[in-house]
Structure formats: structure tokens, C-alpha cells
Nanobody, 127 residues
Framework: EVQLVESGGGLVQAGGSLRLSCAAS????????IGWFRQAPGKEREGVSC????????YYADSVKGRFTISSDNAKNTVYLQMNSLKPDDTAVYYC????????????????????WGQGTQVTVSS
């Protein structure tokens, strides 16, 4: 059974950092892409970042470029999202999702492309 478990969320002051983890089980990250998405109350789900184990491609939303870094530790079957210089606008529930044999586009990230999702982790950034 494919499972994704997010962790690392919490409450942080503006300017602070958090590192989210997405631990995968039931499959190996080889030949998969992992995407990070977020959804704030009253807002649509937004694609934040993506990393592909197929070709190493990555994607970052314009709103997080230069502040967030996605990485993958295939030995631990875990993908990380390092979030620095956090802003109140980053407050949301963050979800990771997986899709097989997928190349991350540099232009956008579509939630509909991803079939397996984690339960989410809350990130709250106070001003």
C-alpha cells in the first residue's frame, strides 16, 4: 500500500525556518516524482515544489523561489522541503503527493497529475 506521511510542520515567526519531511512507504522513490502542495483556508490548493527521481527535474512556485529548497534522500525514501524566510502568506496545510515516472515542469505543477497523497501538516507563520 502506497503511503505518504508528512511531518515537520508547526508554528514559527516570520523570517524563521521549517523543514518538512515526506516519508514514503509501500514503494521506492526511484522512478517517482514527489510534489508539495499547500492549501490555506478559503484558497485553492497551490503547487509549491516538485522533485523527480526520474531525471532530477525540479519545480518551484514563483512565490517560494529563493526561499524553499526541495531535496530527496532515496536511501531514506524521504523527500524534504526546507522552508526559509517564512512569511505569514506561507501559512497553510502542506501536502506531499506522489506520481510514477513523472518529469517536473519548470512552468507549473498540477495536483491532478498526482495520485497518492499524504494527510497534510499544518504550517503557521506568525507576523
Amino acid at each position: 500500500e502506497v503511503q505518504l506521511v508528512e511531518s515537520g510542520g508547526g508554528l514559527v515567526q516570520a523570517g524563521g525556518s521549517l523543514r518538512l519531511s515526506c516519508a514514503a512507504s509501500g514503494f521506492t522513490l526511484d522512478d517517482y516524482a514527489i510534489g508539495w502542495f499547500r492549501q490555506a483556508p478559503g484558497k485553492e490548493r497551490e503547487g509549491v515544489s516538485c522533485i523527480s527521481s526520474v531525471d532530477g527535474s525540479t519545480y518551484y512556485a514563483d512565490s517560494v523561489k529563493g526561499r524553499f529548497t526541495i531535496s530527496s534522500d532515496n536511501a531514506k525514501n524521504t523527500v524534504y522541503l526546507q522552508m526559509n524566510s517564512l512569511k505569514p502568506d506561507d501559512t497553510a496545510v502542506y501536502y506531499c503527493a506522489a506520481v510514477w515516472y513523472y518529469y517536473c515542469s519548470v512552468y507549473d505543477l498540477h495536483a491532478a497529475d498526482f495520485g497518492s497523497w499524504g494527510q497534510g501538516t499544518q504550517v503557521t507563520v506568525s507576523s
